[in-house]
């Protein structure tokens, strides 16, 4: 078992105590993977997913500004749960961190946290002391306080209360850039089947789609099928031949390619 920390709470500080706790509390390997926005976590999940196979793991996700829209809870975004095979996902509910998961189908629901009733049954159960309820309830840095703890708790138990929030709730995903790699390419959340003579994207049908980078033409800009995805399903991929195309086409992770 293995776990992987999908953050925006990324500097070297915060990724060395959420590495740490999470250690601490399962004994197995974590890798981190630090991300800006919820586009980026959205595919970052599957991608991690896709790579665990059949194995058992735990995928903890954290993208909760407390600015702007996010004022509308009280202490940023609620937690939610979910499991896929044998892999426990633990993950922010708001804005698209969750939109490609409903995209390939892989929950039903989420089960969302009852914050403080959660952390009642874990001092019940002995994961936290009665004196630290106050500041994991109201703590700010949640990534550390809350979601280790209570992803370990499920994973004790195999699942924990809470309400339900059906899947067709989680907004759908944009044909948008999820990811820009350090060679410039650009991950998008579009898949191969979806770029045809009806698609929405005049943009991605206007450039030749090769099946691997090594078929693009020198310089050209195209598509390719990418190497993130799920089982048969893979991203299409924009990608300069030899240069970046995220620099050439002033793309970044969240611009739309509608």
Request: charged share 25%.
């Amino acid at each position: 078992m293995f776990t992987t920390i999908i953050n925006d709470c990324r500097d070297a500080n915060a990724e060395g105590r959420q590495a740490s706790r999470v250690s601490a509390l399962t004994g197995a390997p974590v890798n981190f993977v630090g991300v800006k926005n919820p586009l980026e976590a959205a595919g970052n999940i599957i991608d991690t997913i896709d790579a665990t196979g059949d194995e058992k793991a735990m995928i903890l996700v954290n993208v909760a500004p407390r600015h702007g829209k996010a004022k509308k809870w009280p202490n940023g975004t609620p937690f939610g749960y979910f499991w896929y095979n044998e892999i426990l996902v633990v993950s922010t509910v708001d804005d698209v961190t969750l939109s490609l998961v409903k995209k390939f189908g892989l929950a039903d629901s989420i089960t969302v946290f009852e914050y403080e009733k959660t952390v009642d049954a874990m001092i019940k159960e002995g994961f936290i002391k009665e004196e630290s309820r106050d500041r994991v309830n109201r703590g700010q840095f949640r990534s550390f306080d809350f979601v280790p703890r209570a992803a370990a708790f499920v994973l004790k138990h195999g699942n924990v209360e809470g309400e339900k929030l059906d899947i067709s709730e989680i907004p759908d995903a944009p044909h948008a850039v999820w990811w820009v790699d350090n060679f410039g390419n650009c991950k998008t959340t579009v898949l191969a089947d979806e770029v045809d003579e009806n698609s929405e994207s005049d943009f991605l049908k206007k450039l030749a789609h090769y099946p691997r980078l090594k078929d693009v033409p020198n310089d050209e800009v195209a598509l390719v099928t990418g190497s993130s995805g799920l089982g048969e399903r893979r991203f299409l991929e924009i990608v300069a031949q030899g240069k970046s195309a995220a620099e050439k086409l002033g793309l970044s992770s969240g611009d739309l390619v509608e």
